[in-house]
């Protein structure tokens, strides 16, 4: 096999496979070559310490199954600038905001997840997204090569047939619910304060006296807080319009926006920079507190609804559709859909317990079909005190797979299981076409796929 001059002279100038020397301790290595790229020893104990943070399992021996993960990962990558595949920044964006969240929920807080990577939180950002964007490279990859995979009734149910029931997954209890809310009225001198404590903090920054991410840090009632209240950059579409038309009207960093009112509550903006159509800003956002008789009014008003349904006198769908305060749910009879990232039922009717809200997910556990809940507080995703009765309209519970009820999901394991037979071909013959070194104390691995050590 005939290599390149470039591949040869890294060779060379890599013989030893380690650099980085620092008072005479090897703080880095490369452990393996995969064509013209390496493969770190940092980027082995990076990928394991993420791996961790996700609470997935790992599969056998770390320090061979990482390597090869990360080998794979370049070969598509490789693959990713033959095909010419390019990502939304946008789409690298929203992810990165999901991501970062998650962690500093699963370690705790911010200072605990700097302290678990050894690093701040702006370097675990920029790593968190230089990987997205490359996931993102891989799956464009992968939908070009192998996504248009297509199987008849036939060869789906001869696929369910050949899995020994054990290997069927088991459907956790979902249900379809409907939901009615009403808001409570917030008296003006509560929003009045919550407005001049904005124009307090805009008068400080422009005066000099505080920076706006301090304020931020200590004030704002939003998850950005940690972050100083920087959003990380986003185009049109990321944001809410309200806060969106104020922030892209901005074009002084020194400069802070009016007060701003959306869903969330109320605002004021701060450019940090814009790229084009994109833009970084930081805000800081109160919510006005809502007082216990606005809450009870609100429980007052829906309890005379439900009454009305109980009686016959206007349906569960009519109400959800005229009197509720609910807009994203009204247009479409009050029917919830599922809009967590990631889940098998985004973008269905369908809730998992744990995918509902948590207010919710108390009420709904035991309800069965048909049965409408007692008014109650809920804290909804804008953040915000609403009162809600809820319908339960379907109810499946918790079962093993079957071909009967859950064709869609068994459809989808098939589609899967060929797409990774054509992507483990692929890549056996993409390994075999590359150039592998893998270092002497890093062999005598079981790898997935054959070929690595020539």
Same mark, same amino acid.
């Given at each position: 096999?005939?290599y390149?001059?470039?591949i040869?002279?890294f060779?060379i100038?890599?013989?030893?496979?380690h650099f980085?020397?620092a008072?005479?301790?090897?703080?880095d290595e490369?452990?393996?070559?995969?064509g013209?790229?390496?493969?770190l020893?940092?980027?082995?104990?990076?990928?394991?310490k993420?791996?961790l943070m996700q609470?997935?399992r790992?599969?056998?021996? #770390?320090?061979?199954?990482i390597p090869? *993960?990360?080998?794979?990962?370049?070969?598509?990558?490789d693959q990713?600038?033959l095909d010419?595949?390019?990502?939304?920044?946008?789409n690298?964006?929203r992810?990165?905001e999901?991501?970062?969240?998650e962690y500093?929920?699963?370690?705790?807080s911010?200072?605990?997840?700097?302290e678990?990577?050894?690093?701040?939180?702006?370097?675990i950002r920029?790593?968190?997204?230089e990987?997205?964007?490359?996931q993102?490279l891989?799956q464009?990859v *992968?939908? @070009?090569h192998?996504?248009?995979?297509?199987?008849?009734?036939?060869e789906?149910r001869?696929?369910?047939?050949?899995?020994? *029931?054990?290997?069927l #997954?088991?459907?956790p209890?979902?249900?379809?619910?409907?939901?009615?809310?009403?808001?409570?009225?917030?008296p003006?001198?509560?929003?009045?304060?919550? /407005?001049?404590?904005?124009?307090?903090?805009?008068?400080?920054?422009n005066?000099?006296?505080r920076?706006f991410?301090?304020?931020a840090?200590?004030h704002?009632?939003?998850?950005?807080a940690?972050?100083?209240g920087?959003l990380?950059?986003?185009?049109?579409?990321g944001?809410?319009p309200?806060?969106?038309n104020?922030a892209?009207?901005?074009s002084?960093?020194k400069?802070v926006?009016?007060?701003?009112e959306?869903?969330?509550?109320?605002h004021?903006?701060?450019?940090?920079?814009?790229?084009?159509?994109?833009?970084?800003?930081?805000?800081?956002?109160?919510? #006005? /507190?809502?007082?216990?008789v606005?809450?009870?009014?609100?429980?007052?008003?829906?309890?005379s609804?439900?009454?009305?349904?109980?009686? /016959? @006198?206007i349906?569960f769908?009519?109400?959800?559709?005229f009197?509720?305060?609910?807009?994203?749910t009204r247009?479409n009879k009050?029917?919830?859909?599922?809009k967590?990232?990631?889940?098998?039922?985004?973008g269905?009717?369908?809730?998992?317990l744990?995918?509902?809200?948590?207010?919710?997910?108390?009420?709904?556990?035991?309800m069965?079909v048909?049965?409408?809940s007692?008014?109650?507080i809920?804290?909804?995703d804008?953040?915000r005190?609403?009162?809600?009765i809820?319908?339960?309209?379907n109810?499946n519970?918790?079962? @093993?797979?079957n071909?009967?009820?859950?064709?869609?999901i068994?459809?989808?394991?098939?589609?899967?299981?060929?797409?990774?037979?054509?992507?483990?071909? +692929?890549? *056996?013959? /993409?390994?075999?076409?590359t150039?592998?070194?893998?270092?002497p104390? +890093?062999?005598?691995?079981?790898y997935k796929?054959?070929? +690595?050590? @020539?």
């Open positions: 096999m005939k390149s001059l470039k040869v002279f060779l100038f890599l013989s030893a496979a980085l020397v008072q005479n301790n090897v703080i490369i452990v393996w070559v995969v013209d790229e390496a493969i020893k940092s980027e082995v104990e990076e990928y394991r993420e791996i609470n997935q790992l599969e056998g021996d #770390p320090y061979c199954f090869e *993960q990360l080998a794979v990962r370049k070969l598509f990558l990713s600038k010419s595949i390019e990502v939304q920044e946008a690298v964006n992810e990165l999901y991501m970062v969240n500093i929920a699963s370690s705790g911010v200072e605990k997840l700097q678990y990577f050894g690093k701040g939180v702006a370097a920029e790593d968190l997204r990987q997205i964007r490359e993102q891989i464009g *992968q939908q @070009k192998f996504g248009n995979i297509q199987l008849t009734p036939s789906i001869k696929y369910y047939n050949s899995l020994p *029931q054990d290997s #997954p088991f459907i209890t979902t249900l379809e619910v409907q939901i009615i809310t009403v808001e409570p009225k917030i003006l001198e509560e929003i009045d304060k919550v /407005k001049a404590r904005l124009r307090e903090y805009t008068d400080q920054v005066s000099g006296e920076e991410s301090t304020l840090l200590l704002s009632e939003d998850p950005s940690l972050k100083g920087e990380g950059f986003m185009n049109r579409s944001f809410v309200e806060f969106a104020v892209f009207s901005l002084d960093p400069k926006s009016n007060v701003v959306s869903e969330y509550g109320y004021i903006i701060q450019l940090i920079e814009r790229r084009g159509d994109m833009g970084n800003f930081r805000h800081i956002l109160l919510k #006005p /507190k809502v007082p216990q606005s809450l009870d009014t609100a429980l007052v008003r829906l309890d609804i439900r009454s009305g349904i109980m009686n /016959k @006198k349906t769908d009519e109400a959800a559709t009197l509720s305060a609910d807009k994203d247009n009050g029917i919830m859909v599922n967590v990232p990631r889940s098998t039922n985004a269905t009717p369908r809730f998992a744990n995918e509902l809200n948590q207010d919710i997910a108390k009420k709904a556990g035991d069965k048909g049965e409408i007692e008014p109650f809920l804290l909804n804008k953040g005190q609403v009162a809600a809820i319908r339960i309209t109810r519970e918790g079962h @093993k797979a071909i009967n009820n859950d064709y869609q068994i459809k989808q394991m098939a589609e899967n299981a060929k797409q990774q037979r054509m992507v483990d071909d +692929w890549l *056996q013959e /993409k390994i075999g076409k150039y592998v070194r893998i270092d104390d +890093w062999q005598g691995c079981e796929y054959k070929g +690595w050590q @020539k």
